[in-house]
């Protein structure tokens, strides 16, 4: 049976597009299947000057596109209060809490609370200070504090962040939420790897070549031109994204599916991973930055972009590990803006063959393909296995074919928002899809070598075009070791 949740949830920054978009669309959701029935609340706070009625009225307006009646939406917005406040305004806190307090004695919330910091990061440790020393800080239940990205700039800020936040709340209170982790085909890694002895007999350094992923968006900037312009593709999409669906292809097996177990696991993979001099960081990253190409201007012509900027929007780079079970073989990764269409998805190339039998007797110049498992993230959920066999016909030719399987549309409606999924688990504790400090602490270590490296050295901007998969350095780097990507323009 579905499990009611609990709660008082308190939005900072409740007047922002994630919150309209995502958030209580997620919301909602959970409402619609149970998991929120009649005994929680929502304040949402910014410094908008807002009324309750016109804050219920965007809510309202921001679920409007999922199936519901006007008597359920309003019936969901009941549940909903505003406050309009400064965060720098430390006494005004009190008003806060009184709101909290009436939301938690009129819906029996039993003293939960989620405090949900979906603003400018430069803010999370002020927050989480204030919530402490004003008495937001419930005394009977329980009190999690879940942060949007980006969890600082570099590892001296994270950490400084960090230790900001851990003054109010301990480690397993802290919810980082990275939308990826909430993703089906993500989280289906662990069942594939650990629930088929068939896969994870094989997944190691003896039959693995290596191991590829794409994460490419087919959009430019768009209107976050002023926010990307401080971040790019290294710090938007590798250092969090990238790096925590790495940690899972590369984590060993836990003791048990649990989010303690999970973590450490993850953790040792992260501590193993070979941080570059700043010399093996040029061998084995490249960046780039788009062109204007038939539609469209460059980059640095898009509207909040400073003249000349040397921001990259597209990475690509090679990643290796120090440990028994993944030495010598090299994971892959790219990620950009304005390529070819928008794709997630994990590539994992196994070793061919030593000695390929059937090229003898046919003097034939075709040769085995290697067999790869593909995990599709999005836009399709499934997986792939391309393996070798027989051509139809006379003669004894091969061919490689492809085993698959998608979901279906069916499947597909069943499947919660990220979101949604990481909102739930927030509520019950469930830190297993929340990145830990430890993971984002050898995250940035790792990147920033990279990122220190590139400040100093001048780029030759732009240097690919859109509806490309990035500058030719990225299949360079590839070709240096003798491989190529397996997804291209020619093989989608």
Known sequence: MTKENIAVFTFFGATGDLAKRKLYPSLFKLYQKGYLKERFGVLGTSRADWSTDQFKDVVKESISGLESSAEEADKFASHFEYVAHDVTDQPHYSVLLDAIKELDERFDAQGNRVFYLSMAPNFFGEIALNIKSQGLISDNGYNRLVIEKPFGRDYKSAKKLNDELTLTFDEDQIFRIDHYLGKEMIQNIEALRFGNTIIESLWNNRYIDNVQI????????????????????????????????????????????????????????????????????????????????????????????????????????????????????????????????????????????????????????????????????????????????????????TEPVKLDFYQDEKSEKDVPEPYERLMHDAMEGNSTNFASWSEVAYAWKFVDVIRRLWDIEEPHFPNYLPGSMGPKASDELLERDGRSWVYKLDNK
């Not at 899972?248 to 989010?259: G, H, I, K, S, W």
């Not at 070979?274 to 201007?297: C, H």
């Not at 304005?338 to 794709?343: M, Q, T, V």
């Open 214 to 397: 794409t994460l490419s968006e087919s959009l430019g900037v768009e209107e976050r031109a002023s926010y990307y312009d401080t971040s790019g593709a290294l710090r938007d999409m590798v250092q969090n994204h990238i790096m925590q669906i790495i940690s899972q292809l590369a984590m060993e097996q836990p003791v048990a599916f649990t989010d303690a177990d999970v973590r450490v696991e993850k953790v040792k993979a992260l501590r193993s991973l070979r941080v570059y001099s700043a010399v093996e960081a040029a061998g084995n990253f490249v960046r780039g930055q788009y062109a204007a190409g038939d539609e469209g201007v460059d980059y640095r012509d898009e509207d909040g972009v400073p003249e000349g900027s040397n921001n990259e929007t597209f990475v690509a780079g090679k990643l290796l590990f120090d440990n028994y079970r993944w030495s010598g073989v090299p994971f892959y990764i790219r990620t950009g803006k304005k390529l070819a269409d928008k794709s997630t998805r994990i590539d994992v190339v196994f070793k061919k063959p030593l000695i390929d039998i059937f090229a003898f007797p046919q003097q034939s110049d075709a040769t085995l393909s290697a067999n790869v498992l593909t995990i599709y993230v999005e836009p399709k959920n499934g997986f792939a296995l391309t393996v070798n066999a027989k051509s139809a016909g006379q003669g004894f030719e």
